[in-house]
């Protein structure tokens, strides 16, 4: 067969090396210019997006009036600027890692490639530290990661450190700010303070964990130093430094900021308010326009006024029971009743333009309206004109300015137009001074409350609607249990109980109705008896004081040497101080409400009834003094005979058939030396 291949193959064929280190060096070359081939493909692509982009932008500019050329997407800017912070670098890192993961380019562009792109989003003051080798960027094997390393060094090297601590220290919670936002700028701050630069552990001299450590505790000290809400930080205060951790501080404040919102949010009004307020619209230089005052404003200044005249508020959800039906009248035209909102926080009354008909006017016919009406956020409301006209209800008139809105929730009276036809009473909401169902005489308007009804029978009436609160018999339990579970007294670890030997003396003339409240108590289950034969383990003394005003006495036991011991529990549970910061300006009488014996509506447990077992004072008779006065033999009202001298109380084992309950054994116990007494309080 002949030969087909060309001369010119053949002597390619004889050129082809056949060293093995001459066919290494073919391929590279062939793999650089492949790679050169590919650079030079992705700039001409690069190049030509630009000049689209710019045709584009050119074309968008020339037909700024109606072009119908669809726009290209924008480029984002990734520009670097000259005086940038350690945290700004870093969140410029974070953007130009999302661009370049969005658009796929790190995988195919080569080490040159990737080195323009990173370019292409610096300042030009960086690439000109870049050119310049400042930042020491090995162009041949610095990968876009370490060009960002050494741009990150070089801005560490050349911000001092001070001005980002102080910064930190200095940080305190914004307002309005939560708690979350405040924890994450103090962490951005601290990575910015240099605080991890040398790896050498102060703790253990050796590189370890403890760098985490010491900046959860700066963390924890300048959020807890910087809260905004005093509340707040006295309750993480009230923790015990030992278990005070950054995690604890946030749960601890996380948990009060919410009770906070959620406490706000029923506090507030099922009802969305719009406050207006009206002000002059009066301009020095203009025609038919009357000031207010002398010292008007110049017609180039706009300034708020010093007194804002009308503050109203609209309700935005109303329901049939809200609303008022008022006769309105304008001049001598036809009227008809009206269903107004009365609203005590509105100072001007205010109709809406679908309403006109029903009083008798027209828009057209409107005044010219020179107020500026304004909502809560100080957004101006458009208003139509104004019309003057008079209320009627039930024999009593008011006659107002109306402000017509071109949209509205619907005809609203204002706090002003409430008392005057008499809805509100005169010196609202400061009227009533005190309320007593016993003394209908006392408080200013309660005469009103009880023309039709005695006092006994709103008495009555209270305790049919609330039997949850006042259950039928009064006399057996004042207020009903609380629900839930019963209440669990915690100890601290490693507490011993307590006892407390010595009774505190009882005056005589109140010893029968401690004894009959003590009896009461029983009857009622607030307390029960110790069982015969048990020896409590927890003892306290009761204590018997007289009642605030009067001379009767109040029973009470002293448990101050157990609280030191209890755990306390945490409640996001508001303080006074909280509430009464709730409480609107301008209100001076407020109402206390107390629960009758409100301790005997908590239930505790079995073992912590235990804890507060209290010792009571036993009445007995002495029957026989010993010789210097030191010793008695005392007859309890149970019958039972102790021996009882300065220290010890112990029972008298008495002859045969003198007293047949006594049991043979003896039980000592400590008691406090007492005077001599026909009666005394064992």
Known sequence: ??????EGAMKEEDQTPTDPVQLMMAMMKEMKEEAKRREDQLMRQLQEQAQDFAAALQTNRGNAGG???????????????????????????????????????????????????????????????????????????????????????????????????????????????????????????DESCGYDVNPTCKVCDDACGHGDELQQERLRDRLICGLKDQAIQQKVLAIPFKDLTLKKALEVCRVEAASKETQASLNKSERQVNRLNERSSYKKGKIDNNPLSKSAQKADERSEPKKEVNRMTIGQ????????????????????????????????????????????????????????????????????????????????????????????????????????????????????????????????????????????????????????VFPPDDEVLPLKPMKGLPMKIELLPGTSPIRRYRC???????????????????????????????????????????????????????????????KRPMYPCRVPAEEVAQIPPGMTHFTVLDGRHGYWQVLLDKPSSKIMTKKWNLIA????????????????????????????????????????????SQEEVKQPRRSKRQKKAL
């Not at 990734?78 to 796929?104: G, H, S």
């Not at 914004?174 to 994450?184: L, N, T």
């Open 621 to 664: 008779e002495i029957l026989e003094i010993r010789p210097r006065g030191r010793s008695y033999l005392v007859k309890t009202e149970s019958g039972r005979l102790y021996w009882r001298n300065r220290r010890y109380l112990k029972l008298y084992a008495p002859p045969i058939g003198v007293a047949k309950d006594i049991p043979e």
């Open 67 to 189: 072009s119908t050329k669809s726009k290209k997407m924008d480029v984002p800017v990734l520009k670097c600027p000259e005086d940038i912070n350690l945290a700004d670098f870093r969140d410029w890192q974070q953007r130009f890692a999302d661009y370049t993961e969005v658009q796929k380019i790190m995988e195919e562009c080569t080490l040159s490639g990737r080195q323009s792109l990173l370019r292409s989003g610096l300042d030009p003051a960086w690439t000109k530290l870049w050119s310049t080798g400042i930042l020491e960027i090995d162009d041949r094997k610095d990968d876009i990661n370490d060009i960002i390393k050494k741009i990150l060094h070089y801005i560490r090297e050349h911000r001092n450190p001070l001005l980002d601590r102080k910064e930190f220290l200095e940080r305190n919670q914004h307002a309005g700010e939560s708690i979350d936002v405040y924890y994450s700028a103090l962490k951005s701050i």
């Open 317 to 468: 959800v109303k329901t049939s029971d809200d609303l008022v039906k008022i006769t309105a009248k304008i001049g001598n035209a036809d009227h008809q009743e009206v269903e107004w909102l009365p609203d005590t926080g509105a100072e001007c009354d205010v109709i809406t333009a679908d309403c006109l008909k029903k009083v008798g006017t027209k828009v057209k016919d409107l005044r010219k309206d020179k107020a500026e009406l304004c909502g809560p956020d100080q957004g101006r409301l458009k208003s139509l004109g104004k019309v003057t006209a008079t209320l009627e209800r039930e024999g009593m008139k008011y006659k107002t300015e109306f402000h017509v809105l071109e949209k509205g929730t619907g005809p609203i009276l204002s706090k002003v137009g409430c008392t005057a036809l008499g809805l509100i009473p005169t010196g609202w909401p400061h009227v009533v001074n005190k309320l007593s169902l016993s003394s209908p005489d006392e408080g200013n308007g309660v005469d009103m409350l009880l023309k039709s009804q005695s006092a006994a029978s709103i008495r009555e009436q209270l305790f049919q609607e609330f039997p949850e």
């Open 1 to 6: 067969m002949p030969n087909t291949r060309s």
């Open 504 to 566: 505190n003396t009882i005056p005589l003339h109140w010893q029968d109705k401690v004894k009959a409240h003590l009896e009461t108590m029983v009857q009622k289950q607030i307390i029960e008896r110790v069982p015969q034969g048990e020896a409590p383990e927890w003892l306290f003394s009761m204590v018997v004081v007289p009642k605030a005003g009067t001379d009767e006495p109040r029973v009470t036991v002293d448990f101050s040497p157990l609280n030191p011991f209890v």
